[in-house]
């Protein structure tokens, strides 16, 4: 499968832990993209990477919230200190550079008691 | 600020049946335009694309979606549905050089009945 994939499918965490997401990308595509998506919403954006370079955050991440992707393939998401207010779906794409479509992983699913 | 409406939370509609899935944008400069399903605990999936071109555009599964820029719809239709295509479906647009980045509507469930 060369698909986007991500590690964890699921994710239970209590509040106030730390938790950390892994996304691969399509090998040949240069952007990544990270998205969160609550229950009866669209996905919405929080941030992505032209190779190594993190280009744009959302204010939805917030201080918590931490996204690299050190040699420009894998990318990592941490939230620490989770609250339940975070428990949502998170989504990683990728692309080769613009106006390219989007491919989704199958997202992890977060949930914070 | 762009943003995109889809109207519909829910459409159920019998098998065999057509559908129109309504989905409408706001954006100060040219945008392209999707549509991507979601089934069940899966990732998004692109069904269709408007780029540029011929304003009516279709999937390999016999949606079609047209772009109308005096009314920024982008409305997805199929004339005859199948079980198989009960899902979420998300319209979403990218502003032109506006760094690859979907900005979604809500979604609309199409739960497709016998």
């Known amino acids: 499968d060369t698909g986007v994939s991500q590690d964890p499918r699921h994710k239970i965490t209590k509040r106030g832990q730390n938790v950390t997401f892994r996304c691969d990308p399509i090998s040949e595509h240069n952007r990544l993209y990270w998205y969160r998506q609550t229950l009866g919403q669209g996905p919405e954006f929080l941030t992505y990477?032209?190779?190594?370079?993190?280009?744009?955050k959302s204010r939805l991440l917030s201080d918590r919230f931490s996204a690299e992707r050190p040699k420009g393939s894998f990318s990592t998401l941490e939230i620490q200190r989770t609250e339940q207010g975070d428990s949502a779906m998170y989504l990683c794409?990728?692309?080769?550079?613009?106006?390219?479509?989007?491919?989704f992983g199958n997202g992890t699913r977060l949930t914070v008691t | 600020a762009q943003s995109v409406t889809q109207l519909d939370s829910q459409v159920p509609v019998f098998e065999e049946a057509p559908v129109e899935l309504r989905c409408n944008y706001s954006s100060s400069v040219s945008v392209y335009l999707f549509w991507y399903v979601q089934y069940p605990n899966q990732g998004l999936q692109l069904l269709l694309k408007?780029?540029?071109?011929?304003?009516l555009v279709e999937s390999i599964n016999g949606f079609e979606a047209e772009f109308n820029k005096s009314q920024t719809s982008f409305h997805l239709r199929k004339p005859s549905v199948h079980i198989s295509d009960t899902a979420e479906y998300f319209c979403a647009i990218i502003l032109t050089g506006g760094g690859n980045k979907l900005t979604f509507g809500t979604g609309t469930q199409l739960k497709v009945e016998l």
């Open positions: 794409a990728s692309s080769l550079v613009s106006d390219s479509p989007l491919h």
């Open positions: 990477f032209q190779n190594e370079a993190q280009l744009e």
């Open positions: 408007y780029l540029s071109g011929s304003t």
